[in-house]
């Protein structure tokens, strides 16, 4: 038996509440360390819409401001796209019907009729300012510092220099945003009175969840301009074509998320709190190397001077007094060798300066290396410092590689193969393109749509001892040649072939050496210190 303390009924022990799973755990409400801690999350609209644009402006502000996050987020600019991800055509020349030299005439050809397009800053980007991969950089530091970017098709009038129309408008994130007109002045979601549709920050959605049209704002929030605020409606698909009019690149965090959240949204705190111990940290050092002295005397206040400095040569350029020296009594100066005699119950008393903040290495490399865990990049990349042994600092380059390699894929994705699929449709439809049923069965416009997207290398601290790996791996049949020369160099093995085809033909005529075989078995010095 025991007593209730609500009721005071003496109950049997059967009756006594029972704890099970996660009540005993994670969800424990009487635990004293879980007790305060009752979030209370609710639907993406509300937890992640309705503070994007908060965490939009802050995350903005830590790019423009702290160190660590301008790293963060440009690291991944140069690991991702680096100098521009290059279009390699790669089509199914078997659905295709096609022999494999045919394939690879058609996919050259296709290759510098993109390039025509893509390296022309006036041909590819509306507003005339960047080529393919200016707009491939610019994306993906818009779309980790904002949460998302969108990028619009538009059209201009083809000329002889540039025989395409088709244009790519970025769009940053806070100009797509739900009309005031349809619920959106003070909050993200509204609703289009037309068709019914609910609008998530700026993105219409239909009953089925799916998007259908985006609305895009003519001017920033908080913008001083004199043109009237306007909204132009955007659908997500064309009526007749079915191909995409905008894109939006982003990655979700939760299901039914329609709007991205900022790169940096986990680790805002930190960051900032970092910032301001390193300014503090910074101030409080320049403090400290002044070299302060006082005078202490027994004069009365009122004869004491107030804020005097002296009239002479202080910094180096005669003023008034060409002597350099003060003629004032009740000014005193430093100089070399210089003998000052006090008034009576006058003395000096000097400061000893010394540095206020013990540990700041430690305490910045811990935070840091937080911040890098949550982002993803290991301490060693994020501070560009690799003064650890071979292995551990391989591992860091490595567990990096993991998660640039992701993120490029989600880039591709969302912007890279779709722009490339957009300007084929006009390339075949100008006849600049042969491709037969392109646009009559899905299926063949799949197999000629077929590209890889070849960017930055992982980068090598060894390149000899990596090479003999890779090499080992392709005895072994772990490896093709084609996958190792996009691994390590980012080229294509096919054409690496036939390139030193050509230069071996060449050193022969010339009366060259061949080339040698490396020993993969040969012994080298351990260099790691691990």
């Known amino acids: ?22 009540s005993e755990a994670g969800a424990s409400r009487i635990r004293r360390a879980l007790r305060g801690f009752t979030p209370r999350s609710t639907a993406p609209s509300e937890d992640i819409d309705q503070n994007n644009y908060t965490l939009r ?20 600019r140069t690991k991702v796209v680096g100098v521009g991800l290059v279009l390699k055509s790669s089509i199914d ?20 009729e993109f390039a025509l397009w893509a390296k022309d800053k ?80 700026g993105i219409e959605v239909d009953s089925a969840g799916m998007v259908t049209a985006y609305y895009i704002h003519n001017t920033y929030p908080w913008q001083y301009s004199a043109e009237p605020e306007e909204y132009q409606r955007i659908e997500a698909y064309g009526a007749k074509t079915g191909l995409p009019n905008i894109l939006h690149i982003m990655n979700a965090e939760r299901c039914d998320q329609y709007r991205g959240v900022t790169y940096l949204a986990q680790v805002i705190e930190p960051l900032l709190q970092l910032n301001r111990y390193e300014r503090s940290a910074l101030t409080a050092a320049m403090i400290q190397c002044f070299f302060t002295a006082w005078v202490t005397t027994e004069a009365g206040a009122d004869e004491l001077p107030f804020n005097e400095v002296g009239a002479g040569n202080i910094a180096g350029v005669p003023i008034e007094n060409p002597g350099g020296i003060s003629r004032s009594e009740n000014e ?29 290495d430690s305490f910045v490399k811990t935070f840091c290396e937080l911040i ?54 006009e390339a075949v439809a100008l006849g600049r ?52 020369a996009r691994e390590m160099g980012g080229g294509d ?35 790691d210190n691990a």
């Not at 009576?344 to 540095?355: D, L, Q, S």
């Not at 646009?439 to 990596?466: H, T």
């Open 332 to 360: 005193l100066e430093m100089g070399e060798g210089t003998i000052n005699i006090l008034q009576p119950g006058e003395k000096v008393t000097f400061g000893n300066p010394t540095m206020p903040v013990t540990g700041f």
């Open 433 to 484: 393109v042969k491709a037969p049923g392109f646009f009559s069965d899905p299926l063949l416009r799949a197999a000629w749509c077929g590209a890889r997207w070849i960017g930055p290398v992982q980068g090598s601290l060894d390149p000899l001892k990596e090479a003999k790996a890779a090499a080992l791996l392709i005895q072994k049949a772990l490896k093709t040649h084609g996958q190792t």
């Open 57 to 76: 402006q802050r995350g903005r502000m830590l790019y423009m401001s702290n160190p660590v996050a301008t790293s963060a987020i440009n690291t991944n």
């Open 122 to 201: 006036a041909a590819c980007d509306a507003a005339g300012m960047n080529d393919f991969t200016g707009l491939q950089q610019l994306a993906i530091i818009s779309w980790l510092m904002s949460g998302d970017v969108f990028a619009l098709f538009q059209r201009r009038k083809a000329d002889r220099m540039r025989p395409y129309t088709l244009r790519i408008h970025l769009i940053e994130a806070d100009r797509v945003r739900t009309p005031s007109t349809m619920g959106g002045e003070f909050l993200t979601t509204g609703k289009n009175p037309g068709s019914g549709n609910h609008i998530f920050d």
């Open 493 to 527: 093995w096919d054409e690496n072939v036939e390139i030193i085809k050509d230069e071996n033909a060449r050193l022969k005529a010339a009366g060259g050496t061949s080339r040698q075989e490396i020993d993969l078995h040969e012994k080298e010095e351990d260099d």
């Open 93 to 112: 020349h078997e659905t295709l019907g096609l022999s494999p030299q045919q394939a690879k005439a058609w996919q050259k050809h296709t290759e510098r």
């Open 372 to 425: 890098g865990a949550g982002l993803g990049i290991p301490y060693d990349v994020l501070i560009k410092e690799y003064n650890s042994s071979y292995s551990s600092a391989r591992a860091a380059l490595l567990d990096a590689w993991e998660d640039f390699r992701m993120r490029r894929a989600w880039f591709v994705s969302d912007f890279c193969q779709p722009v490339y699929e957009m300007w084929l449709s």
């Open 1 to 22: 038996m025991y007593k209730d303390k609500k009721t005071g009924l003496l109950l049997p022990d059967s009756a006594r509440p029972q704890a099970s799973g996660y």
